[in-house]
């Protein structure tokens, strides 16, 4: 998996700080770009981590621009790494289709 993009959010409360990194990933799947979202939180008290958050869905769709829009609106929206599956889950499995569709044109391509 090869980062692509990262945004970084950072919101504080009396004694303890919240960092939200969200990422556009990438990844080979059989031949086809494969773009995803990865969201990590990390909360500070000080200087000492005290919790690690992260999720991520690696195959969102095979173009790059839907999946950079969804990062924008969980980035804008600041979507906790725990909700990550409940908001995009059913965008990745309607969109699955766009890898097959990718292997069916490669299979006809090589005859």
Known sequence: MNLVEEYICINKDTDIEFRYTYRLTK???????????????????????????????????????KVKQILIK????????????????????????EFDVGLNKQYVNSR
Do not use: C, F, T
């Not at 031949?31 to 000492?48: P, T, V």
């Not at 969980?74 to 289709?97: F, K, M, R, T």
């Open 27 to 65: 990844k080979d799947y059989n031949g086809i770009d494969a773009y995803g979202i990865e969201i990590e939180r990390k909360d500070y008290i000080g200087l000492k981590n005290v919790n690690l958050e992260r999720e991520r869905i690696d195959m969102v769709s095979a173009h790059r621009h």
């Open 74 to 97: 969980l980035y804008n929206n600041q979507v906790s790494p725990i909700h990550l599956l409940d908001v995009v889950g059913e965008y990745a499995d309607q969109h699955v289709y």
